[in-house]
Structure formats: C-alpha cells, structure tokens
C-alpha cells in the first residue's frame, strides 16, 4: 500500500471520542498530537500501545526526556517504595534525605569520575528554567548584559531562554522585542572551511567592530532541535578559550543532548573542555518526571539565598528517579551499550543514504542522537509519516523541519532496535520507488 493510503488509513483508526475532546478542548498551541493523530494508553520499555493496542517502538522518547524508556522496571520500583513509605513529594528547597541521596548518587558517580567540580542549583522543573538561572548568573557574576548564541541553537520559550533561540517561528511568539543577545555562526554554519570561532575572535577584540565581550557564550555541543548539527571537538576548545580570554563565561546547554544521548553522560566529555556553568533537564528525572539542575563552578556561586528560586524545585519524586537512573552509570557496560546501539543504528543510516536514498538525505547527529537530514521538509515529513504508519514514532527538526530524528532509548532491546531499522529500511525502499 503506497505510504499515502497508509497515513490515511492510520488517520481514521485513530479517531476517537478522547481524541476529539482533546481537539475540542486544548488549546490550539498543540503540536505533537495534531502531526500524530493517535491516542497512547500505556507503555513499557521502548515500546508505547495506543487505545487499540496498536505497539509504536519509540524513538522520539518524549523529546530525550525518556532516555532510559518508559517504565523502567529499576526506576519505577525505587519511585514506587518512596511512594509507599509516604516520601515527601514537593518540598521548595527545603533539605530531605532524597534529595541528599540524589547529590551524593551525582557527585560520586558522575562528577568525581569525570573530575568536574560543581554546585548543583535546583531551578524549576523544565529546561528553559535552568537556562534562565544560568543567564542570570553570567549576568551577575561579570555585570555584563549580552549573551552570546548561535545560529540553529535552541535553548526554551521562556523570553530570556528564547532571545537565546535561533528559530524566527518560536521568537516570533514572543511579542515584545528580544534583547542582549550576540548572534554568532554556529561551527560549520558557512561550511567546515570557515573557522566561525576566528571569526567571532576577530570581531570581539577589534575595539572598532561594535562587539563587546559577553557575559557569556551558550553553546549545544549537538544542536536537536536545530538540525542534529554537531560541533567538531576543536571548534569547542577553540570557543572555551575565547570566552576565557574574553572574562566570559561558557555554559554548555546540555539539556536534549546530555545524559548518555550522546554516547556519555556529558556530551563535551571527550573535548577537553571546562564548562563554567552546564544545563541539565529532562532526562536527568530519570522516569520523565520534570526536573533540571544548573551546574555552576563554585566560585561563581555569588546568589543571595532566594535571589533564583522557583516553587517546584523540590520535586522529591523526581529525585528518586533520577538517584536510581544513575545507577546504570556505575557499571561501563551500560555505556559501552550505548556505543554498540550506536553503532548499529549508524550502519543502517549509512546504508539508506547510499542507497535508497542515495542524493536525498545524509545522515547527521552522534550517538543516539542522530537522524536523516532530506533535501526538502516535504520529503523529511512523508518519511516520518511513513514511519508512524510502520509502527516508528519519530519527530522532525532542523531550520525548516528538514531533519528526520532518531532518539531511542539507551538501553533499547537490540531485537527491537533491530525491527525499528527494518522499518526505516522498508520507508526508505517505499518511498524510492
């Protein structure tokens, strides 16, 4: 059946009464359900059911918010005995035992390991809050406005996290003006010829350019929601030491792209970089549960007690599960998993772009964060379209949704990862024929 009468077909067996009050009732800033017109029920795993029963092997999990799946079988049995033993839920940032086991679970397992030395700031619970709490910081600490972003970035919807965002359809949401940014060419933006950085040097210590040095530069070593663009390890150093040279501050926006998405927890571990400040959300709640950090050097922790705040930064739950997540990060088998997924998951992509798709996609991204970048969005969004039919949920990304994007969960079943690549190689077939 040509993947057209399939998306169709898929359409009406969607239909529903939940799905219509959805329809009826949210408001029409919704998004995902309109472009996949499905009602989910349940789910386990890599794997999410609809109201039929219809199984999707999930590859979208929730945005990089589910990077250890969903339900995961150690994560719910630790969230399950905390809620069963009465545990504290919401707390503001008063002190409680999960939250001290939390720290320690981070602080021994993953900033001791990797030698990084940081205070944890917990903001309110989404990622554009921790990036508010970091801008704010650089503000404070060098006493200078501007902050400095690339083209593609993408860093929330909040307005200081969104004058930070590249994507004139999210800013154009705003309705006031989008001040104290510097927009600078992110690495590879004029082709991997130009040195991007050499050039933002240039501009910054030429007194006659109209560029005054930063409070800080906000970089994505993986760009998602801008395409999958990866900056090169050099390209990194180069930017750490500008901003050094600079007195400005690096924060590495880590929110989509850490966690073990890019093969390590940190995505900037294997560049030999520093950052001042790191942003964590979604995935680090372990289970999906809304948490962030902000992750500041200590000697840049000049807040005044309740000078940040936010009202569920004590989201105890979430710090159940994000405690025992990290437990996978005790043993290297859980990592080197990661990379053998990786592994797989690339092959097939080269073997789709050099063949199927031979001169209409190439693949971008790194680690289980990667994708199909199309020559046209039409082409991105019958593939996803073709997917979703195929029992594949995906999303698109990039400037003009030009990017089909792949983040299966960490520790996807390698038979299941095996029966996602069969599919994406059957789209791939459909669709050259």
């Not at 009050?21 to 408001?27: F, N, Q, R, V």
């Not at 995902?32 to 890599?46: D, E, K, L, N």
């Not at 969903?70 to 009465?86: E, G, M, S, V, W």
């Amino acid at each position: 059946m040509p993947v057209q009468n399939l998306v169709e077909a898929q359409a009406s067996r969607a239909a529903s009464a939940d799905l219509s009050l959805i329809e009826d009732m949210e408001s029409a800033v919704r998004s995902y359900c309109r472009s996949t017109p499905v009602v989910f029920t349940r789910a386990q795993g890599s794997c999410i059911f609809d109201e039929r029963g219809n199984r999707y092997i999930d590859f979208l999990c929730a945005a990089g918010s589910l990077n250890y799946g969903h339900n995961d079988p150690l994560i719910k049995q630790a969230l399950i005995r905390y809620l069963d033993d009465d545990g504290i839920l919401q707390t503001l940032d008063f002190a409680t035992a999960a939250k001290a086991r939390f720290l320690q679970e981070f602080r021994d397992t993953i900033l001791v390991p990797r030698a990084l030395h940081y205070r944890v700031q917990f903001t309110g619970p989404t990622g554009t809050n921790c990036v508010e709490a970091a801008i704010k910081l650089a503000r404070k600490v060098t006493g200078r406005r501007a902050i400095a972003a690339f083209t593609n970035s993408y860093h929330g919807v909040s307005l200081g996290a969104l004058a930070l965002t590249g994507n004139r359809a999210k800013r154009s949401a705003a309705g006031v003006s989008l001040g104290d940014t510097l927009r600078l060419p992110y690495d590879a933006y004029f082709g991997p010829e130009i040195d991007t950085v050499g050039l933002a040097r240039k501009l910054f210590l030429d007194a006659s350019s109209g560029y005054d040095a930063p409070a800080a530069f906000i970089v994505e070593a993986v760009q998602g929601e801008g395409g999958l663009n990866c900056a090169r390890d050099a390209w990194m150093r180069a930017l750490a030491a500008l901003a050094k040279d600079l007195g400005a501050l690096l924060i590495v926006d880590d929110i989509q792209a850490g966690c073990g998405r890019c093969g390590t927890f940190f995505s900037f571990e294997a560049m030999d970089i520093h950052p001042d400040i790191v942003c964590l959300s979604k995935s680090i709640g372990g289970s999906g549960l809304p948490m962030a950090l902000t992750l500041i050097h200590p000697k840049l922790d000049v807040w005044e007690p309740g000078e940040h705040n936010g009202t569920f930064r004590g989201n105890n739950l979430a710090f159940v599960g994000a405690t025992a997540a990290l437990e996978y990060w005790r043993d290297a088998s859980f990592q080197n998993g990661i990379a053998h997924r990786s592994k797989l998951l690339h092959d097939a992509l080269s073997r789709i772009t050099n063949g199927y798709m031979r001169g209409h996609a190439t693949p971008v991204g790194r680690g289980l964060f990667v994708g199909l970048r199309f020559d046209s969005p039409s082409r991105s969004e019958a593939f996803r379209r073709g997917l979703l039919v195929r029992g594949v949920l995906t999303e698109t990304c990039g400037p003009n949704d030009e990017v089909v994007k792949f983040m299966p969960a960490l520790n996807i079943p390698e038979d299941t990862l095996c029966e996602a690549v069969r599919q994406i190689e059957a789209c791939a077939a459909e669709m050259a024929q």
